[in-house]
């Protein structure tokens, strides 16, 4: 009886690193793939390893991982939400000072004719 397990792309990307480290392509695809599936961290803490336990791979390392920082950091800021500019709260406080002047108006008018 065969019994189907999933494969993690994560790792078969890794896989695919770890076969040919020096191959850049390699890293592009498996940043990508960790990027796709929204667990860029995961590939952080497998760099951070290699970078722990490899010296020979340690500076190569360290630039991945200084690549996954610019990359979470961008991806902050396209999440980002920009704050209110102050026109739109002018033209809310004018809107509502309007609004008040046409109600006192109509209380006037209506206090004068009865």
Request: charged letters at 25%.
């Amino acid at each position: 009886m065969l019994v189907w397990c999933p494969v993690d792309p994560i790792d078969e990307a890794w896989a695919a690193v770890e076969a040919d480290w020096g191959n850049r392509e390699a890293h592009r695809r498996f940043v990508g793939v960790c990027i796709a599936l929204e667990r860029l961290p995961e590939a952080g803490k497998r760099y951070r390893q290699v970078r722990e336990n490899d010296p020979a791979r340690a500076a190569d390392a360290s630039e991945h991982i200084d690549t996954l920082i610019a990359l979470a950091t961008q991806q902050l800021e396209d999440t980002r939400v920009a704050p209110a500019t102050t026109q739109h709260k002018r033209t809310l406080t004018w809107a509502a000072f309007f609004i008040m002047l046409v109600l006192m108006g109509a209380g006037v008018w209506l206090l004068m004719r009865g």
